[in-house]
């Protein structure tokens, strides 16, 4: 065990390892691998935690014990057997070995006063007190408190040593410092080899720090609603006490977190199950099978996650925990990989040089703010303070100071120093706070807004070469909090911005915005801007917009209200000076914008996952970026051209292959989408009646009420609906002449369909009772399977059975060639034996999957929950699986290459697998931040499309 002060166990394993575990809770803190060559016989720690000392080889290894050093450890020799035991003297400037005989060494790293011959029995002045010799002694605590930072310290005054009393120095829980503090922070200091993946940082520069501040921060007083809160001073003397405390999270006790906010501008990440895979096989950049080439659609989940300067031309939005970087002019895209959960908010610097991105914690994932570099698109510092999620991020005007909010869980907000990213001080509020922005106008003044109506306005104080924030909580009129719906609902502030006449602009979630005299921190008016809530608000040039959940955006002129401040009168809107100039309704909740400074051009998010331009002097919207605003359920291509997907929403996007602009959009209210399939060029469907046009394309869509949709992008309009099921359709394809569609739904029965009239030809109830998992068709070419049909199909269900047709529609002919079964443990993958009669038994195991191999079609590659995590390669002319390719996990989608040299992968653990055809090698590729759950090569087999709920990538393919 270590000292008392840091409750640790240090355990030495066979195989050389060094184990570094939480003596509380048992968690596995770091490990050391190769400590010694053969094994470690002994080991002690020094009492005050600087030095660990282990035996082995016959030699003596004595280590910094925090392991923060380039080489962490000193080698001596002295012994000629094993060493059995080791020992510091209880005084901490000697060492006791013992093997082969007893050595006494001394302990030179602690600077001390030179001894006088006769021995080396210390002297007893060296325990007195020295006052002066404190002062020049390094404290401690920095030592164990294990900071992050990378910074270098200075150098210590050599002094007289004197042995420090850890019980005095280091508080217990009752005390200044909490013990909790080293063990939470022993994670982020650790040396050698993580047993946790954390974010990978590849495009770091060599000057990066993960900083994650440590200072002693003491109880704080929570701020807001309180009577400890003092008036906002413009003029602060240098004895001034703050109102707020610096505080670190980590060290309060007892604090109990708030209920999720009811408004939706405060962050709230998505739900999801998966975790990102801690073994991964990837390789090195000039060697990956796999490159991202495009990020196609917008996180609408985000808060503030798009930024824009229209004077450089930076224009930086997220989607999923990737931030990308567009060129407005060319398309073209950069991509800031390093965050491993969800982005939910991005700041950028006046100067745009540098940009931040936040994520949260989920997990053993700890949450994230990176610091990007604009001109060399790396990361220079990932900085680690929150528990949670981070709701907002702001820079303030001279870029000097860089604020972060931590969501509803904590509280609390951050300031740092950009010139180091240092933390310099920070405090909690009482109330959670949904948005934060500096005063352009006024140094070191910042504003927040919250729950149930709170507004602070803040103060950074710098005297006395110490960062505090003086806060004032400013009293807010009753008239603005009323509820405007019929219910009656708490009202909180939701949006806030600056204009040029020292008038603070506030939104709240009924709609009301309301306007304050920053001088005097005093609401004077306030006017009904929008029937729901205000989660945007934009101000220049007289001009302010507001975006709601309302899906509108309104331009309003506020040319006047400046000139309506009465101190002693609370003024509303019967006055000449506000008006609307327009409005636009847009597809979502209104998450984001950002507008030139004429107010003329802008750009807005929507949670419907697109990005629009707005244009107020010609009165137009543009799409920029379109995504998904729910899950993505199904991927087609059309040859070379187009590419469909289909979302939860009932919505169905057409995009152009060449630039990945979408085209065309299908929707069906109320219904999801849940399959798409394009017909083939080559073998369109057979003219329908009523129509000349044989050569169009069609796309054919299921749905969750059992239809099928038959559409005809030439004329952009559905030409068929179908309902040849009951339940949801699962699966839906043409056939591969093009003569037939062929659907699969939720209860296990296959209907083929004409596209040409819509009846529906026949139903097969073969794999009844079990879930259509996949669908595939191809011609037979010359193969002989004792049927004459030019065409085999083959269907997949959750039960793990394949079946493999072979059809001739101009003969109306469709017969069974082959049967396959898989078998599998009575259990899912977590060990609990389910009925199959449940329907959630195949809820809960991994899909079924197979497909025809393009280049052999006498070939079919299976995948699915069985006795082994592995894919195989089943021959419908042996009638006998022929190989086998192991998995490192169970896959959620697969796909072969047209070119049949590589087969691509996704998983629950968010990665991308591309494997070998022929060798069963494979890399795995991290981008998403949930479960891969759709794979599809392009028509060309160069790009693989993957989706991740509604992210989707586009990878470049180089083998």
Same mark, same amino acid.
């Given at each position: 065990? @270590?000292?008392?002060?840091?409750? %640790?166990?240090?355990?030495?394993?066979?195989?050389?390892?060094?184990?570094?575990?939480?003596?509380?809770?048992?968690?596995?803190l770091?490990?050391?691998?190769?400590?010694?060559?053969?094994?470690?016989?002994?080991?002690?720690?020094?009492?005050?935690?600087?030095?660990?000392?282990?035996?082995?080889?016959?030699?003596?290894?004595?280590?910094?014990?925090?392991?923060?050093?380039?080489?962490?450890?000193?080698?001596?020799?002295?012994?000629?057997?094993?060493?059995?035991?080791?020992?510091f003297?209880?005084?901490?400037?000697?060492?006791?070995?013992?093997?082969?005989? $007893?050595?006494?060494?001394?302990?030179?790293?602690?600077?001390?006063?030179?001894?006088?011959?006769?021995?080396?029995?210390?002297?007893?002045?060296?325990?007195?007190?020295?006052?002066?010799?404190?002062?020049?002694?390094?404290?401690?605590?920095?030592?164990?408190?294990?900071?992050?930072?990378?910074?270098?310290?200075?150098?210590?005054?050599?002094?007289?040593?004197?042995?420090?009393?850890?019980?005095?120095?280091?508080?217990?829980?009752?005390?200044?410092?909490?013990?909790?503090?080293?063990?939470?922070?022993?994670?982020?200091?650790m040396?050698?080899?993580?047993?946790?993946?954390?974010?990978?940082?590849?495009?770091?520069t060599?000057?990066?720090?993960?900083?994650?501040?440590?200072?002693?921060?003491?109880?704080?007083?929570?701020?807001?609603?309180?009577?400890?809160?003092q008036?906002?001073?413009?003029?602060?003397?240098?004895?001034?006490?703050?109102?707020?405390? +610096?505080?670190?999270?980590?060290?309060?006790?007892?604090?109990?977190?708030h209920?999720?906010?009811?408004?939706?501008?405060?962050?709230?990440?998505?739900?999801?199950?998966?975790?990102?895979? %801690?073994?991964?096989?990837?390789?090195?950049?000039?060697?990956?099978?796999?490159?991202?080439?495009?990020?196609?659609?917008?996180?609408?989940?985000?808060?503030?996650? $798009?930024?824009?300067?229209?004077?450089?031309?930076?224009?930086?939005?997220?989607?999923?925990?990737?931030?990308?970087?567009?060129?407005?002019?060319?398309?073209?895209?950069?991509?800031?990989?390093?965050?491993?959960?969800?982005?939910?908010t991005?700041?950028?610097?006046?100067?745009? =040089?540098?940009?931040?991105?936040?994520?949260? @914690?989920?997990?053993?994932?700890?949450?994230?703010?990176c610091?990007?570099?604009?001109?060399?698109?790396?990361?220079?510092?990932?900085?680690?303070?929150h528990?949670?999620?981070?709701?907002?991020?702001?820079?303030?005007?001279?870029?000097?100071?860089?604020?972060?909010?931590?969501?509803?869980?904590?509280?609390?907000?951050?300031?740092?120093n950009?010139?180091?990213?240092?933390?310099?001080?920070?405090?909690?509020?009482?109330?959670?706070?949904?948005?934060?922005?500096?005063?352009?106008?006024?140094?070191?003044?910042?504003?927040?807004?919250?729950?149930?109506?709170?507004?602070?306005?803040?103060?950074?104080?710098?005297?006395?070469?110490?960062? +505090?924030?003086?806060?004032?909580?400013?009293?807010?009129?009753?008239?603005?909090?009323q509820?405007?719906?019929?219910?009656?609902?708490?009202?909180?502030?939701?949006s806030?911005?600056?204009?040029?006449?020292?008038?603070?602009?506030?939104?709240?979630?009924?709609?009301?915005?309301?306007?304050?005299?920053?001088?005097?921190?005093?609401?004077?008016?306030?006017?009904?801007?929008?029937?729901?809530?205000?989660?945007?608000?934009?101000?220049?040039?007289?001009?302010?917009?507001?975006?709601?959940?309302?899906?509108?955006?309104?331009?309003?002129?506020?040319?006047?209200?400046?000139?309506?401040?009465?101190?002693t =009168?609370?003024?509303?809107?019967?006055?000449?000076?506000?008006?609307?100039?327009d409005?636009?309704?847009?597809?979502?909740?209104?998450?984001?914008?950002a507008?030139?400074?004429?107010?003329?051009?802008?750009?807005?998010?929507?949670?419907?996952?697109?990005?629009?331009y707005?244009?107020?002097?010609?009165?137009?919207?543009?799409?920029?970026?379109?995504?998904?605003?729910?899950?993505?359920?199904?991927?087609?291509?059309?040859?070379?051209?187009?590419?469909?997907?289909?979302?939860?929403?009932?919505?169905?996007?057409?995009?152009?292959?060449?630039?990945?602009?979408?085209?065309? =959009?299908?929707?069906?209210?109320?219904?999801?989408?849940?399959?798409?399939?394009?017909?083939s060029?080559?073998?369109?469907?057979?003219?329908?009646?009523?129509?000349?046009?044989?050569?169009?394309?069609?796309?054919?869509?299921?749905?969750?009420?059992?239809?099928?949709?038959?559409?005809?992008?030439?004329?952009?309009?559905?030409?068929?609906?179908?309902?040849?099921h009951?339940?949801?359709?699962?699966?839906?394809?043409?056939?591969?002449?093009?003569?037939?569609?062929?659907?699969?739904a939720?209860?296990?029965?296959?209907?083929?369909?004409?596209?040409?009239?819509?009846?529906?030809?026949?139903?097969?109830?073969?794999?009844?009772?079990?879930?259509?998992?996949?669908?595939?068709?191809?011609?037979? =070419?010359?193969?002989?399977?004792?049927?004459?049909?030019?065409?085999?199909?083959?269907?997949?269900?959750?039960?793990?059975?394949?079946?493999?047709?072979?059809?001739?529609?101009?003969?109306?002919?469709?017969?069974?060639?082959?049967?396959?079964?898989f078998?599998?443990?009575?259990?899912?993958?977590?060990?609990?034996?389910?009925?199959?009669?449940?329907l959630?038994?195949?809820?809960?195991?991994?899909?079924?999957?197979?497909?025809?191999?393009?280049?052999?079609?006498?070939?079919?590659?299976?995948?699915?929950?069985?006795?082994?995590?592995?894919?195989?390669?089943?021959?419908?002319?042996?009638?006998?699986?022929?190989?086998?390719?192991?998995?490192?996990?169970?896959?959620?989608?697969?796909?072969?290459?047209?070119?049949?040299?590589?087969?691509?992968?996704?998983?629950?653990?968010?990665?991308?697998?591309?494997?070998?055809?022929?060798?069963?090698?494979?890399?795995?590729?991290?981008?998403?931040?949930?479960?891969?759950?759709?794979?599809?090569?392009?028509?060309?087999?160069?790009?693989?499309?993957?989706?991740?709920?509604?992210?989707?990538?586009?990878?470049?393919?180089?083998?």
């Amino acid at each position: 065990f @270590s000292p008392t002060a840091a409750r %640790q166990l240090l355990v030495a394993t066979s195989s050389n390892r060094l184990l570094r575990l939480d003596a509380r809770t048992g968690r596995l803190l770091n490990e050391v691998s190769n400590i010694h060559r053969s094994s470690c016989s002994a080991m002690a720690v020094s009492q005050d935690c600087r030095h660990l000392v282990t035996a082995g080889d016959k030699v003596v290894k004595v280590w910094d014990y925090h392991m923060r050093l380039d080489i962490n450890f000193q080698v001596f020799i002295g012994h000629s057997e094993s060493i059995s035991g080791v020992g510091f003297t209880p005084d901490g400037t000697g060492l006791v070995t013992v093997g082969d005989a $007893m050595f006494l060494w001394d302990i030179m790293a602690n600077v001390r006063k030179p001894e006088e011959p006769g021995g080396r029995t210390p002297k007893k002045s060296w325990h007195q007190a020295d006052p002066a010799a404190d002062e020049l002694v390094p404290d401690m605590r920095d030592q164990l408190l294990l900071d992050t930072s990378y910074q270098p310290r200075p150098a210590p005054v050599p002094a007289r040593y004197s042995p420090p009393n850890i019980s005095s120095i280091l508080p217990t829980l009752n005390g200044d410092l909490h013990s909790d503090e080293l063990r939470s922070e022993t994670e982020s200091e650790m040396g050698g080899a993580e047993v946790l993946i954390g974010p990978e940082l590849a495009d770091r520069t060599d000057e990066e720090t993960d900083t994650a501040t440590d200072t002693e921060f003491p109880q704080p007083d929570r701020l807001g609603h309180s009577h400890r809160v003092q008036p906002h001073q413009r003029v602060v003397s240098p004895g001034k006490k703050p109102a707020g405390k +610096v505080l670190d999270p980590r060290l309060e006790e007892g604090s109990s977190s708030h209920d999720r906010p009811l408004v939706k501008k405060h962050f709230v990440p998505r739900e999801k199950s998966s975790q990102l895979a %801690q073994r991964r096989y990837t390789a090195p950049p000039n060697q990956a099978g796999l490159t991202l080439q495009a990020v196609i659609g917008y996180n609408g989940n985000g808060r503030g996650n $798009m930024v824009w300067n229209a004077d450089t031309g930076v224009f930086a939005y997220t989607s999923g925990c990737v931030v990308i970087l567009e060129d407005l002019n060319s398309g073209e895209q950069k991509h800031l990989t390093g965050h491993v959960e969800e982005v939910s908010t991005l700041a950028l610097q006046h100067d745009c =040089q540098v940009l931040v991105s936040a994520s949260g @914690s989920r997990g053993l994932v700890k949450s994230q703010v990176c610091v990007w570099d604009l001109q060399k698109n790396t990361c220079r510092q990932v900085l680690h303070y929150h528990q949670h999620d981070i709701v907002c991020l702001a820079y303030s005007r001279d870029d000097r100071f860089l604020v972060t909010v931590g969501d509803y869980r904590e509280c609390t907000i951050a300031l740092w120093n950009t010139f180091d990213y240092s933390l310099l001080t920070a405090t909690k509020t009482s109330l959670p706070v949904h948005d934060l922005t500096w005063d352009p106008y006024n140094a070191n003044e910042f504003t927040s807004i919250g729950q149930a109506g709170s507004i602070l306005f803040w103060l950074v104080d710098e005297g006395n070469n110490k960062t +505090v924030l003086n806060v004032h909580e400013a009293e807010v009129p009753k008239e603005i909090l009323q509820s405007q719906t019929v219910v009656a609902r708490p009202v909180d502030f939701t949006s806030l911005c600056y204009s040029a006449d020292s008038v603070l602009y506030v939104g709240g979630s009924n709609g009301v915005v309301s306007a304050w005299d920053t001088r005097q921190n005093m609401c004077f008016m306030h006017w009904t801007a929008d029937s729901q809530e205000i989660g945007v608000l934009v101000c220049k040039a007289a001009r302010l917009v507001t975006g709601s959940t309302s899906h509108r955006v309104r331009l309003w002129a506020v040319v006047g209200v400046g000139d309506m401040r009465i101190p002693t =009168q609370f003024n509303t809107t019967e006055t000449k000076g506000l008006t609307m100039d327009d409005e636009m309704v847009l597809d979502g909740q209104v998450t984001c914008a950002a507008f030139d400074d004429t107010m003329d051009l802008g750009i807005v998010g929507t949670s419907g996952g697109t990005l629009w331009y707005i244009n107020w002097v010609e009165r137009t919207n543009i799409r920029l970026v379109s995504g998904h605003g729910s899950r993505i359920n199904g991927l087609g291509f059309s040859n070379d051209s187009y590419f469909a997907t289909c979302g939860d929403d009932g919505s169905l996007h057409v995009w152009s292959l060449q630039d990945r602009e979408q085209t065309l =959009q299908f929707q069906v209210v109320e219904q999801s989408c849940t399959c798409v399939a394009f017909s083939s060029r080559a073998h369109p469907p057979p003219t329908r009646v009523g129509s000349d046009d044989a050569i169009s394309t069609y796309m054919v869509a299921g749905y969750s009420d059992g239809t099928v949709r038959m559409f005809e992008l030439d004329s952009v309009e559905m030409v068929l609906k179908m309902h040849p099921h009951a339940v949801t359709i699962t699966a839906v394809t043409f056939t591969a002449d093009g003569r037939a569609i062929l659907s699969g739904a939720s209860d296990g029965l296959i209907a083929v369909s004409s596209p040409t009239t819509g009846m529906t030809l026949r139903i097969l109830n073969d794999h009844k009772g079990a879930p259509i998992t996949a669908m595939d068709t191809i011609f037979k =070419q010359d193969k002989d399977y004792g049927v004459t049909a030019p065409i085999l199909w083959l269907a997949t269900s959750a039960d793990r059975r394949v079946s493999v047709w072979a059809a001739d529609w101009t003969r109306d002919l469709c017969e069974l060639v082959d049967w396959m079964s898989f078998p599998a443990p009575a259990f899912d993958p977590d060990g609990n034996v389910v009925r199959k009669t449940e329907l959630a038994y195949y809820a809960s195991l991994p899909p079924s999957l197979a497909q025809f191999v393009p280049e052999d079609p006498d070939t079919v590659v299976y995948t699915g929950y069985g006795m082994q995590r592995q894919v195989q390669y089943y021959s419908l002319t042996h009638r006998k699986v022929l190989r086998t390719s192991a998995l490192s996990n169970w896959v959620q989608t697969m796909d072969v290459s047209p070119k049949g040299n590589l087969l691509a992968f996704g998983d629950s653990e968010r990665l991308v697998k591309l494997m070998d055809f022929q060798e069963g090698s494979f890399q795995d590729f991290v981008a998403h931040c949930d479960a891969v759950h759709l794979v599809r090569f392009s028509p060309s087999g160069k790009l693989l499309f993957t989706v991740a709920f509604n992210e989707i990538m586009v990878w470049e393919v180089a083998l």
